[in-house]
């Protein structure tokens, strides 16, 4: 391997290939800890897609795997280092290359941070959407390679539903460009959707063109309270019945609620559900929304409604639902899975958590994006207890086959990675998973691209 790591540093620079085993340790896994991970021939942090090409094609050459990875904040172990692998850090390509107001897009690397992005739009008035938990840490690489969602998909989408084009650098070391700057276009396959949500299994994508929105209103915001976890699932269906689409929707258990109010040091007033809601519609418009939304809430059981126009206040009831896992550290490790339901089944997916967090001994909070279905059970144990952590794995489970028995899937926004990799079969199919294969088969067919991520070749 001398001779490879001689070629990554004449690519790329001495010091920008690590191998010591104490720095390179740290970029061996994401923040999901049930996933397997190895140890890595060396870290490799490119600028530029001339040097992720040469990358590529020396890895190639030695027959040694390449993992793509961003910040590391996924959950699904997606950017897990395999044995003798080259982790390929790309943090530091870190340009908004281009803002094109008139246009209302974007073109950028893959290193730039959620939150810069955003603030650097807002500059020109204009919104980009997408905003994972972590977006003031998270990548915008590692968004487009898990397809990442957030509290605003209700009403704007996920990461894909932003993305015009990209630039892959291929497992030939040739660039791919893909996509259009045009509003419109349907020539050939949409190969742009192809790599989003790929998980590095695909390609390596050293840019990307992503479409903006304007400036939302400043939003107003509902909280209601329910002693019913079914009446909490019930208002999420009104809702939905009434039509309204606001920006965002989200619900918070019991376990959640305590938590929160424990941390903040705050009473939530709230029983067994809390229900959050902001319309960034402005005006007359946002004002005819949260009422309809409060007249659902009303009519299935809702103990308190409150609105608010006050953007502060708005600020802080929002904070409560941001400050879920921060809150649940208090507890102990946790363990966050993600499986997305449909919205008439929420209520069924909590109480059928409640049940499984009873049989395993373990506390499982449930939080999600009530709007699209989306939910968050976060089992909390100690890491330190060889038992707890298998009750965590045997719980991790079960939610998964849970909300597969519920008519939804084993994961609505942090990607398959190395953890669910069965499961994935198991939704999809044989038929589906052959597909897969065949995909990967086509665009790296030695393998080489971030392999036994998402299922396994064969």
């Known amino acids: 391997m001398e001779s490879l790591l001689a070629q990554l540093r004449s690519a790329v620079g001495s010091p920008a290939v690590l191998v010591d085993v104490d720095v390179t340790a740290s970029y ?18 490119p600028t530029t ?35 003798g692998c080259v982790v390929l850090v790309l943090t530091r390509m870190n340009a908004i290359l281009e803002i094109d107001p008139a246009n209302r897009l974007a073109v950028v690397e893959p290193g730039v941070v959620n939150l810069d992005l955003r603030t650097a739009v807002e500059a020109h008035g204009l919104f980009y959407p997408p905003d994972p938990s972590s977006y003031d840490w998270c990548t915008i690489g590692g968004n487009l390679a898990t397809n990442a969602g957030g509290l605003c998909c209700v009403k704007y989408g996920v990461t894909t539903d932003s993305v015009l084009g990209v630039d892959v650098v291929l497992a030939s070391g040739e660039l791919l460009r893909t996509g259009r700057r045009t509003v419109k276009g349907v020539a050939g396959y949409d190969l742009t959707k192809l790599f989003v949500g790929s998980e590095g299994t695909l390609g390596v994508i050293t840019r990307a063109t992503l479409a903006l929105r304007p400036l939302p209103q400043a939003p107003s915001t509902l909280v209601a309270t329910f002693a019913s976890t079914v009446d909490a699932g019930a208002a999420v269906t009104r809702v939905v019945r ?41 005006g007359e418009a946002g004002r005819r929304e949260l009422a309809a939304v409060a007249r659902a809430c009303s009519e299935a059981g809702a103990e308190l409604v409150h ?26 490790a946790w363990l966050t899975d993600d499986v997305c339901v449909p919205r008439t089944r929420i209520a069924e997916l909590i109480t059928g958590c409640e049940r499984i967090s009873a049989e395993v001994g373990l506390p499982i909070a449930v939080v999600g994006h009530a709007g699209d279905g989306n939910m968050h059970p976060t089992i909390v144990y100690d890491p330190a207890s060889e038992d707890e952590f298998a009750r965590a794995r045997r719980a991790f489970e079960e939610i998964l086959g ?49 392999p036994g991520s998402m299922f396994s070749r064969r």
């Open 28 to 45: 061996r896994r994401d923040m999901m800890p049930l996933a397997p991970c190895g140890t890595p021939l060396a870290v490799v942090l």
């Open 242 to 282: 009434e039509g309204v689409v606001p920006s965002l929707m989200e619900i918070m258990d019991r376990t959640s609620i305590r938590a929160v109010e424990q941390y903040l040091k705050t009473d939530l007033s709230a029983g067994a559900a809390l229900l959050i809601c902001q319309s960034d519609a402005g």
């Open 402 to 450: 849970l909300g597969l028995e519920l008519g939804g899937t084993i994961t609505g926004e942090h990607g398959v990675g190395k953890i669910k990799r069965e499961w994935l079969e198991r939704e999809i199919g044989p038929v589906a998973l052959g597909v897969h294969r065949a995909v990967k088969d086509a665009l790296d067919p030695e393998g080489l691209f971030n």
């Open 307 to 332: 609105t608010t126009d006050d953007v502060s206040e708005g600020r802080d009831l929002l904070t409560t639902r941001r400050s879920v896992l921060t809150a649940l550290e208090v507890l102990g």
């Open 49 to 83: 897609a001339a040097q992720v090409q040469e990358v590529v094609r020396a890895c190639a050459a030695a027959g040694v795997p390449i993992v793509p990875r961003g910040a590391g904040s996924g959950l699904s172990g997606a950017a897990n280092a395999v044995e």
